[in-house]
């Protein structure tokens, strides 16, 4: 089944100014660094994290995107944890648009082996498979959810020197076909959230009601971040400026695009983890 999908440019811009004097000290023999090319990474790391800060954003029921329609599109809209609209496709208009979801077994402190949490962690890996379009690449959870399948596997598990792990991405342990991986900022839910939640559930991960994490079981073939050719992350020309006394120069790092998913069926959310109740 194919139908349209839908979805508006997103817009992000970052800025760099560095003053006449701060260029003047920094030239020639006594120059200790290019400070330029250093406000410059700092720029580039800066962005890298707002940009997760996007891809992580929690949502409620209805997402609209800040920035007046600005925003990127979040997982937590494509993974979402109840039904949804997403890139304009009615999830309850269109069953086979909907994402594979299901409540963990460890959910409101609930004992639970590390056998059955790592059965269960397999196991909606190969319900997020069953549809023979992929299976998922990619498990994305945050750090306490990682440690603790990794701590489930660690008999069998099998460590790999990978472009991930170089990236830090956690120790690279993997599910199958799957890497996994953490972040500290992947949102969450309160204790319990039920086996039919509603998108507000969703909770930002320094939430003081925040109990439970989630794990994104992502299939990355169907999962692409769409850049404009334009502004791909492209640095405009320093462009001298000298406003009410002021000298500077200033550049910007522009983006346009969006998050953009070709197939839910294929991801997945596992919600509800109380990982400090697996016993060893």
């Known amino acids: 089944v194919v139908t349209d999908a839908f979805e508006r440019w997103a817009e992000v ?25 250093t406000l410059t990474r700092n720029l580039e790391k800066s962005y890298g994290q707002k940009m997760n800060e996007y891809a ?7 997402y609209a995107a800040g920035n007046g329609g600005k925003d990127p599109v979040p997982l937590s809209v494509i993974c979402s944890l109840a039904a949804n609209t997403c890139h304009e496709i009615a999830e309850s208009t269109y069953s086979w648009w909907a ?14 082996t590390s056998t059955v949490f790592k059965n269960e962690i397999r196991n909606f890996y ?12 990619l498990i994305l959870t945050g750090q306490e959810t990682a440690e603790t399948i990794e701590a489930s596997m660690e008999a069998q598990v099998r460590y790999q020197q990978t472009e991930l792990a170089s ?21 969450g839910t309160a204790a319990n959230p039920g086996d039919a939640p509603a998108n507000s559930a969703f909770l930002d991960h320094d939430d003081s009601n925040l109990d439970e994490e989630i794990a994104f079981f992502l299939n990355t073939d169907y999962l692409k971040w769409v850049a404009h050719q334009d502004r791909d992350m492209v640095m405009t020309p320093f462009v001298d400026a000298h406003v009410n006394g002021q000298t500077a120069s200033s550049a910007l790092m522009l983006c346009m695009g969006n998050l953009m998913c070709t ?12 990982v400090s109740a697996v016993t060893y």
């Open 56 to 62: 992580l954003k929690p949502t409620g029921t209805n």
């Open 263 to 274: 197939n839910r069926r294929t991801q997945g959310i596992l919600y509800g983890l109380d």
């Open 126 to 137: 190969n319900t997020c498979s069953r549809n023979n379009e992929g299976s998922p690449n």
């Open 167 to 187: 990236l830090g991405l956690g120790g690279n342990v993997r599910i199958n076909r799957a890497d996994v991986v953490w972040d500290q900022i992947v949102p």
């Open 99 to 112: 994402p594979q979801r299901k409540l963990s077994t460890t959910t409101d402190d609930t004992a639970t």
């Open 13 to 37: 811009a970052g800025s760099v100014s560095v003053s006449q004097r701060d260029k003047d000290i920094n030239k020639g023999r006594a120059r200790v660094i290019n400070f330029l090319e």
